[in-house]
């Protein structure tokens, strides 16, 4: 499985991003999905996922901000980022599987203030 995120970029503080994750050689409803994000000097913290039966689970930090879905048709999972703040800044990373998991390659987010 190869995982192909997109979508970062620069934003004000209060504006909106829409990251996209897109799982090659496998289905966005087959396995868990979700995004971490690491900071710099920071540890990868988990930001939400979305099990293969829809639950979905968020960070306290961004809870009522992001939301996570996916589009089985297009086999897609996004992450909608609403209301960032600077301290959203870092690069985040869309992952599939539980027990073995892939990787995509990052994206940065820079909220600036």
């Known amino acids: 499985v190869q995982l192909q995120a997109s979508g970062g970029g620069l934003v004000q503080a209060g504006g909106s991003l829409r990251l996209s994750c897109v799982p090659s050689?496998?289905?966005?409803?087959?396995?868990?999905m979700g995004w971490y994000r690491q900071a710099p000097g920071k540890q990868r913290d988990l930001v939400a996922s979305?099990?293969?039966?829809?639950?979905?689970n968020y960070a306290d930090s961004v809870k009522g901000r992001f939301t996570i879905s996916r589009d089985n048709v297009k086999n897609t999972v996004y992450l909608q980022m609403n209301s960032l703040k600077p301290e959203d800044t870092a690069t985040y990373y869309c992952?599939?599987?539980?027990?073995?998991?892939?990787w995509g390659q990052g994206t940065l987010v820079t909220v600036s203030s």
């Open positions: 992952y599939f599987g539980l027990i073995m998991r892939y």
């Open positions: 050689g496998s289905n966005v409803a087959r396995n868990v």
């Open positions: 979305i099990l293969s039966g829809g639950t979905t």
